[in-house]
């Protein structure tokens, strides 16, 4: 079994990419009650939906937790790139704090436009300083393997792969790919079922110094609450 590797020249198994991070060595939140890092990466791919659907919840509770980087977060997120194109990331359910039915490639290409957004949305990022950079060092990789999905036929994996790479644009390397940005931020997010992506197309594009339009005005439209990141129904187990 191989997977899309988010844009290198080689293919890896998953398992190879697990044992690639000495996961001893890096940390998540509440290592006592939440699984490791690598169960929880695993049980993305597992064959069973609700293992997949418990590990994408697990992923946003254990390694972004509050919206915090932890050091596992950066090597969790490189892998959660590598398998975007996995057949087992077609899986359809309810993911995160969007209530619509989607692809969990979809709810992957989520989280790591939320990551994305929460190591640029201030200066010191939340977490430490090393760990941050290192999630910072993955928004190119993050806009790379966003790219093949953004005239994806599916729209709402279109829709996340167009908010996973807007994210990534507040890293100066990067805002070279604004004006490519900004078409489908109004066709794509700015028209979305999920008023989140409405507020997302306007907070984008006056950060961008473009005129909205005639978009949602965040006082009266407010995004959907991303307290804790990755949320499931019920409160954070931790």
């Known amino acids: 079994m191989t997977i899309n590797d988010g844009g290198s020249s080689t293919a890896s198994d998953p398992r190879t990419l697990l044992l690639a991070t000495d996961w001893s060595g890096v940390d998540h939140c509440c ?26 919840c697990d992923l946003g509770q254990a390694v972004t937790h509050q919206n915090t980087i932890y050091s596992a977060t950066a090597p969790a997120a490189r892998f959660v790139i590598a398998v975007l194109g996995h057949p087992r990331t077609a899986t359809p359910g309810v993911y995160f704090y969007d209530e619509r039915r989607r692809p969990l490639r979809a709810a992957l290409l989520t989280w790591l436009g939320d990551l994305a957004d929460d190591a640029t949305y201030t200066e010191e990022g939340p977490g430490e300083p090393e760990d941050v950079a290192a999630v910072r060092a993955l928004l190119p990789l993050i806009h790379r393997a966003a790219q093949p999905y953004l005239t994806d036929a599916d729209l709402m994996i279109r829709e996340a792969a167009v908010h996973a790479a807007a994210m990534t644009l507040a890293a100066p390397e990067l805002a070279v790919h604004i004006p490519e940005l900004v078409p489908l931020v109004r066709t794509v997010l700015a028209t979305s079922d999920y008023r989140g992506y409405r507020y997302l197309a306007q907070r984008c594009l006056v950060t961008w110094g473009v005129e909205p339009g005639p978009l949602p005005n965040p006082r009266t439209s407010e995004p959907a609450d991303r307290s804790w990141a990755g949320g499931c129904d019920d409160d954070p187990p931790f």
């Open 31 to 56: 290592p006592d009650q939440a699984p490791e890092t690598p169960v929880i990466l695993a049980g993305l791919l597992d064959d069973d939906e609700d293992v997949q659907r418990a590990a994408l």
